[in-house]
């Protein structure tokens, strides 16, 4: 067996030997080091494993510290003048290295291989001898054609302990496609499934979402309501692959859940937070234009919502994610993250459209009446996402809430400038969403089109807030100001981006500027479209709320919001007479105040 093995220590440009240090486990070229070897198999010289010549910390590297293991495996890429880089296996790009007096890490960082990437092989020392069980199982993974085959035979025969050294090191080499097989053993075989989630204990998808997932195909049981730790916070904080390699366990899940048959056709996804006044509405529309379903995420909710969110996932209309964020976050990418790549239910639906609460999907009366045509006509021409442009709803010169439907109270709009987009995708092929475009699984690219059915883009993952405008068939009926008083009430809760979840409602000066240019009828259009949906949303809202607990958390909310108007109204105007905005805005925002006291 030992003449199957390439084994070589690295030196770099530099003259330096590359080693892990002693202290932290990060590689490194310094005096201070630990030496390290390159191993691989002769079957495959492209796939290398770093190990310590002697008892080591546990390896990472800069930009790659997802998981940290005695063994660590990089892609062995050839470089000029007969040298080799290392590229991370999940990304692309290669591991670093400064001069030796500036004394700093290795860094996987560098999208390119130039001279600072680029390794010389040397003769590992004589004595050196790897351990017996490592060679049987690189010889056992790799040489058989490190494939989802091979690693899964190796799984089930290993004994703990060594799985827990190098199945990560393994995973790390699967591609995508070998991922997607070994997701299918690891959903269809129990015992597999149990073996990896155990040498895995420091990755929470291996040992959350893949179980969870599993355990859910079985009966497929749809479930109301979902409450997460403070635990799960580091979610709205991570890299899901944007800017450096996404996590192992995310790309292994979102390979997996790509194998799920939907058996169910569209529904939204939403974020929400103090807007309960609209949930009715919002809920009722949705279920009139024919989506299935509505997953609802939230976090600390300080107007009555809560309980007008209970009452509609007790009774099936919703489910209710409540992502109960305790630390400072990115509130948001928490709430997109649980429902991508955490939850299995929302895999049942084929169509994920992602909004907010002010945010309301319109299709085209003329043409369509409900959303299942339309999305069945975007999959027929091939579509794995859809963008639908902004229409940015005016405040019509209203300046106080009513309790009438959003969508019978504000007839105007901005002109048709924004380029903004919101998407549905195919739920299965996305384990992650920004807020306007999916996140595609690890290493997939998919066909976007407008919704007129034009083509738009078929790129990997990249945030695309903008799309080519187009309010042809279908679009999303943006009322992001509103009236006056409901704009000052969404300028008093912190945004979902990030910040601290705990933060108390305190009006901040935001968009006023924008807020003042649009208020009234002189920079702005009528927009009509959606009143010939008004009888069909008014009695859908009726039938809401012949139901006793949902009419009474509806009526809950919508009193806090009459008790708590007031005060903030006092503190919005002189919070934005003593902020940043020119005269003319201050101006202008004045005169509305004014207008506002008088009525």
């Known amino acids: 067996m030992a003449d199957n093995f390439l084994i070589h220590t690295l030196r770099t440009v530099h003259k330096s030997l590359v080693g892990v240090c002693s202290h932290t486990g990060m590689l490194q070229a310094s005096p201070d080091i630990i030496p390290i070897v390159l191993i691989r198999h002769s079957s495959r010289p492209d796939l290398g494993f770093l190990m310590g010549t002697t008892d080591s910390p546990l390896l990472s590297c800069e930009n790659d510290k997802d998981l940290r293991r005695p063994l660590l495996s990089y892609r062995v890429v050839p470089a000029k003048s007969g040298k080799i880089a290392l590229r991370n296996p999940l990304w692309e790009h290669y591991i670093s290295v400064p001069p030796i007096q500036h004394n700093k890490p290795m860094v996987c960082d560098r999208?390119?291989?130039?001279?600072?990437?680029?390794?010389?092989?040397?003769?590992?020392?004589?004595?050196?001898?790897?351990?017996?069980?490592?060679?049987?199982?690189?010889?056992?993974?790799?040489?058989?054609?490190?494939?989802?085959?091979?690693?899964?035979?190796?799984?089930?025969?290993?004994?703990?302990?060594?799985?827990?050294?190098?199945?990560?090191?393994?995973?790390?080499?699967?591609?995508?496609?070998?991922?997607?097989?070994?997701?299918?053993?690891?959903?269809?075989?129990?015992?597999?499934?149990?073996?990896?989630?155990?040498?895995?204990?420091?990755?929470?998808?291996?040992?959350?979402?893949?179980?969870?997932?599993?355990?859910?195909?079985?009966d497929r049981r749809p479930i109301k309501s979902f409450r997460?730790?403070?635990?799960?916070?580091?979610?709205?904080?991570?890299?899901?692959?944007?800017?450096?390699?996404?996590?192992?366990?995310?790309?292994?899940?979102?390979?997996?859940?790509?194998?799920?048959?939907?058996?169910?056709?569209?529904?939204?996804?939403?974020?929400?937070?103090?807007?309960?006044?609209?949930?009715?509405?919002?809920?009722?529309?949705?279920?009139?234009?024919?989506?299935?379903?509505?997953?609802?995420?939230?976090?600390?909710?300080?107007?009555?919502?809560?309980?007008?969110?209970?009452?509609?996932?007790?009774?099936?209309?919703?489910?209710?994610?409540?992502?109960?964020?305790?630390s400072y976050t990115r509130i948001q990418r928490k709430a997109y993250a649980i429902a991508g790549s955490v939850i299995p239910q929302i895999l049942d639906y084929r169509w994920t459209l992602v909004i907010d609460l002010d945010e309301m999907l319109a299709i085209d009366?003329?043409?369509?009446?409900?959303?299942?045509?339309?999305?069945?006509?975007?999959?027929?021409?091939g579509a794995d996402a859809v963008t639908f442009s902004w229409a940015m709803m005016a405040p019509d010169s209203q300046l106080?809430?009513?309790?009438?439907?959003?969508?019978?109270?504000?007839?105007?709009?901005?002109?048709?400038?924004?380029?903004?987009?919101?998407?549905?995708?195919?739920?299965?092929?996305?384990?992650f969403a920004h807020a306007h475009n999916p996140h595609w699984a690890w290493q997939r690219s998919f066909r976007t089109l407008d919704a007129s059915g034009s083509l738009l883009h078929t790129e990997k993952s990249e945030i695309q807030a903008h799309g080519r405008k187009s309010e042809n068939n279908a679009w999303i009926a943006h009322y992001f100001h509103k009236s006056l008083e409901e704009f000052v009430w969404k300028c008093s809760r912190?945004?979902?981006?990030?910040?601290?979840?705990?933060?108390?409602?305190?009006?901040?000066?935001?968009?006023?500027?924008?807020?003042?240019?649009?208020?009234?009828?002189?920079?702005?259009?009528?927009?009509?479209?959606?009143?010939?949906?008004?009888?069909?949303?008014?009695?859908?809202?009726?039938?809401?709320r012949l139901i006793p607990d949902i009419r009474i958390a509806d009526e809950n909310v919508r009193k806090k919001f009459r008790d708590e108007i007031s005060d903030l109204m006092e503190q919005a105007h002189g919070s934005v007479m003593n902020s940043h905005y020119d005269d003319v805005v201050k101006e202008k925002w004045n005169n509305i105040i004014m207008k506002y006291k008088k009525n």
């Open 400 to 431: 106080r809430h009513h309790d009438a439907p959003m969508a019978a109270r504000f007839l105007r709009r901005e002109p048709p400038k924004n380029e903004l987009v919101k998407t549905a995708f195919q739920t299965r092929l996305a384990p």
């Open 494 to 544: 912190p945004r979902g981006g990030s910040g601290d979840p705990r933060s108390a409602r305190q009006f901040t000066a935001r968009f006023v500027d924008v807020f003042t240019e649009f208020f009234d009828e002189e920079n702005t259009l009528p927009d009509r479209r959606l009143e010939p949906f008004m009888p069909a949303l008014e009695e859908e809202m009726r039938r809401l």
């Open 111 to 218: 999208p390119y291989v130039a001279e600072w990437e680029s390794f010389i092989l040397e003769d590992a020392p004589s004595d050196l001898i790897l351990p017996l069980k490592l060679r049987e199982a690189i010889q056992e993974v790799v040489s058989e054609g490190m494939n989802a085959i091979s690693l899964k035979k190796w799984c089930l025969s290993s004994d703990s302990i060594n799985m827990n050294k190098w199945l990560v090191a393994f995973l790390r080499l699967l591609t995508r496609d070998g991922m997607e097989h070994f997701g299918k053993f690891l959903l269809e075989n129990s015992v597999l499934r149990e073996r990896v989630r155990l040498a895995v204990p420091d990755d929470y998808w291996i040992n959350t979402a893949l179980p969870e997932l599993a355990n859910w195909k079985e």
């Open 228 to 326: 997460f730790s403070v635990t799960t916070d580091f979610l709205g904080r991570i890299d899901y692959g944007e800017r450096t390699a996404p996590p192992l366990g995310l790309a292994l899940t979102g390979q997996t859940r790509r194998l799920i048959e939907p058996n169910k056709r569209a529904c939204i996804l939403a974020t929400a937070r103090d807007e309960g006044i609209y949930l009715l509405e919002w809920v009722a529309w949705h279920r009139m234009i024919g989506f299935d379903h509505i997953f609802i995420c939230s976090n600390n909710n300080t107007d009555g919502s809560n309980e007008l969110l209970s009452a509609l996932s007790h009774h099936g209309f919703i489910t209710w994610i409540d992502t109960n964020p305790q």
């Open 365 to 381: 009366h003329n043409y369509y009446k409900n959303v299942s045509t339309f999305f069945d006509l975007q999959e027929a021409r």
